[in-house]
């Protein structure tokens, strides 16, 4: 009797990934993105606080050796090209809206 007990408990848990996985449903039922967005600055400005820049620069290796292990020469070529393009925008714009204060003044 006490084995069935055990039993009908095991198949009663909820195992921890599948309880996380129902407590961030509700928790995104509950909150909009600016919730998220609150709690990722406090947990960003808490690592700051713990953290120097050997940590961020180990953390930068990592993900950079891993990004190099999972992607090839075209992946590296085409996040440069879009890089270079919004660098363009970006100057383009700064350009722009400096000829026109020059123009205003």
Known sequence: MAQNNNNQNNRSKMSLEEAGRKGGEVTAQNHDRGFYEEIGRKG??????????SFYEEIGK????????????????????KGGEARAEQNNNYNSNNNNSNRNS
Not at 48 to 53: D, E, L, P, R
């Open 44 to 53: 960003g400005e808490a690592t700051a606080q713990n953290h120097n820049s």
């Open 62 to 81: 990592k993900g950079g050796e891993a990004t190099a292990q999972n992607h090839d020469r075209s992946f590296y070529e085409e996040i440069g090209q």
